[in-house]
T-cell receptor
């Protein structure tokens, strides 16, 4: 069966520090991968998605970037965090279009 | 871009009552998904819909893919305390770039004892 792992679960980082969040999927190949951000009490905002290795689509201009160095690995990064980067970050995968999306457990990022 | 309007934003109901929430889109969708999220966790898939007019049940939950392909609803019958959470709809458009999955703003369900 397929599983998705996301870490760390919580992270407290100072303003100006770098960020690296990792997401990996097991039990499937060539998944579509997604990064979402959720502000407290709000909906999910799509940040990036990827349909293959090295292929990244960005949805909103921001202080973050994403990379997909391997088929089942998706990384969210920042060189210098801002206070406004705080939030709940969720990784998700799909087998393709017209299929369900499955989420990781999320990373709670607090920038101080 | 694609817009999803989800209503109501919040609901306060008594245990045993039925619940109904819906999502509408500004454009045609090929897929509608319904999720439930509990505090501090990722959303969990409840129901997936792939055809206009499709009506699907999962226990006490029933969801329908609107015939116009621009809306969907979720019903919960005989609510119980563990139904508390935030419910999200999500849709995939039919246009180029349909790898994207757009989420509604969520419906927060609270059950009054």
């Amino acid at each position: 069966s397929q599983t998705i792992h996301q870490w760390p679960a919580t992270l407290v980082q100072p303003v100006g520090s770098p960020l690296s969040l990792e997401c990996t999927v097991e039990g499937t190949s060539n998944p579509n991968l997604y990064w979402y951000r959720q502000a407290a009490g709000r909906g999910l905002q799509l940040l990036f998605y990827s349909v293959g290795i090295g292929q990244i689509s960005s949805e909103v201009p921001q202080n973050l970037s994403a990379s997909r160095p391997q088929d089942r690995q998706f990384i969210l990064s920042s060189k210098k965090l801002l206070l406004s980067d705080s939030g709940f970050y969720l990784c998700a995968w799909r087998g393709g279009v017209n299929t369900e999306a499955f989420f990781g457990q999320g990373t709670r990022l607090t920038v101080v | 871009g694609q817009q999803l309007n989800q209503s109501p934003q919040s609901m306060f109901i008594q245990e045993g009552e039925d619940v109904s929430m819906n999502c509408t889109s500004s454009s045609i969708f090929n897929t509608w998904l319904w999720y439930k999220q509990e505090p501090g966790e990722g959303p969990v898939l409840l129901i997936a819909l792939y055809k206009a007019g499709e009506l699907t049940s999962n226990g006490r939950l029933t969801a329908q893919f609107g015939i116009t392909r621009k809306d969907s609803f979720l019903n919960i019958s005989a609510s119980i305390p563990s139904d508390v959470g935030i419910y999200f709809c999500a849709g995939q458009g039919s246009n180029f770039g349909n790898e994207k999955l757009t989420f509604g703003t969520g419906t927060r369900l609270t059950i009054i004892p």
